[in-house]
Structure formats: C-alpha cells, structure tokens
C-alpha cells in the first residue's frame, strides 16, 4: 500500500473564475511545492485543458487526473473525474453539446484560455463556460458513468452551487458513492443530518489561485507498490476508489 495526497477540484485559467496564471504547469508545479501525488483538473464544463494538465504532471512526477466540474441544470456542481484522457475528453465533448452558448464577457467573468502543454496559448474559449448546462443532476450522472468516469455532488457544504443548499437535501436518485466536502468543519452534522453514512468523504480546494491548491492534508491509501507503481495504475485505482469498487 502507498499514500498519496491528494487535491483533485482544481480550475485552471481556462474557468472565468480562475486566475490567469492558473495554468497547467504552473497548477503542477505548486503541486509539487505542496507535496501532492494526485491532482486533478475540473474546470467548468470543459476538458480542453486536460491533455496539458496531465502533461505538466508528468513531469513533475504527480498522478494528473482528468476530470470536469460539470454544472446540472438545476445548477448543482459536480465533480467527474475519470481515469484516462480519451474518456475525459469524449466526456468534454458530449457535455459541449449540452451547453446554452452565452458569450463570455471577458471584464465581467474573465478569461477562457486553452494552453498546450508549454503553457502556450491555442485558443480563446468565447463563449461562457460555468452557466447552467442542459443536462439534468441524473443525466449529468448517468453521462459520467457512461464514459466510465466517477461523478460526485461538489463543496456540499457551501451555499453557492452545492446540492444540499440548492436541492435542501441528498437525493436518494442518482446514487452518489461519494461527497465533496471544503473542509472538516461540517462532516459530521452533514453526515448526521443527511443520511451521508453510505458515502465516501473526499476534499477538494476547489482552488483558483495558486495560493489556494491544497496542502497535504488528505490522503488516500492505494494498493500500489515500487514493483507495480504507474500513473495509469493510480489513476484507475483512485477512480475505483471512489466508485466504491475497491477495498479502502
């Protein structure tokens, strides 16, 4: 068995709402300054930076894991991470197709940028990314679990987009293996008030700067040792721990 520390709600400069210097290498090197092993990459309702986020990561010797934070229609956050590129980025492209195009206002909400993986800017995305999609909480769910991905509801502790504060509860349809949290502080009332005794407990920063990228604080323990250790190998295993399909 191994420890990893993780972070895995990170945004880059590719969300309105992140800082522009939230790019991928940049994302993985404060990862590495951190002391994290797995890091994940969840911007608003695109994967485009995906492919040079698990390029930073690897050379800095992090597991990068490709993921979304997916906005329902009904404006819940979740977080959809999965446990290969090709999936992530087919994923990407079915929920573009569900997006309502609104023009991004650049001075309003802030920069789109899609990077390569020298951080190099490619493309400009116009239109706005975080809006509401047209895919409900069970048909963002069921599309997740189609494309092999792990889909949880975001910050359920925080008012602005968590399902709990939107919906006034955690619905019993779709399941969700597991819960995101922002901090500690409310794990146990949440898990009390709200049935959460099924679930998994994981953490996200949810970070837009790079000040605010996780510390080590939380971890997972994989089955994975010298021998056996790759990146493809974590990645599947983190997934599957968090589908529940794997032993603690």
Request: hydrophobic share 40%.
């Amino acid at each position: 068995m191994m420890r990893f520390y993780y972070d895995v709600h990170l945004h880059s400069c590719l969300s309105p709402c992140g800082d522009d210097d939230m790019t991928p290498n940049n994302i993985a090197g404060m990862g590495t300054v951190n002391g994290l092993q797995i890091m994940a990459l969840t911007d608003h309702n695109s994967t485009a930076n995906c492919p040079a986020f698990l390029a930073a990561c690897k050379k800095q010797g992090i597991v990068g894991i490709p993921g979304m934070e997916l906005t329902t229609a009904e404006d819940v956050h979740l977080v959809c991470l999965f446990d290969n590129l090709s999936s992530a980025l087919s994923f990407g492209e079915a929920v573009n197709a569900a997006r309502v195009p609104i023009a991004n206002k650049v001075k309003v909400f802030g920069n789109q940028f899609v990077l390569d993986e020298n951080d190099v800017l490619i493309r400009t995305e116009e239109n706005l990314l975080p809006n509401a999609t047209l895919l409900s909480l069970e048909e963002g769910t069921a599309l997740c679990n189609a494309f092999g991905g792990v889909a949880y509801p975001a910050h359920i502790d925080r008012e602005a987009n968590g399902i709990i504060a939107v919906l006034g509860d955690m619905p019993a349809n779709p399941h969700f293996p597991c819960v995101e949290f922002r901090s500690t502080e409310k794990v146990a009332e949440y898990t009390e008030k709200y049935k959460l005794f099924d679930k998994k407990v994981i953490f996200g920063s949810d970070a837009h700067y790079l000040w605010d990228v996780a510390e080590p604080n939380h971890y997972v323990d994989l089955d994975v040792d010298d021998e056996s250790y790759s990146s493809a190998r974590v990645r599947t295993l983190f997934v599957q721990y968090l589908k529940g399909t794997t032993d603690e």
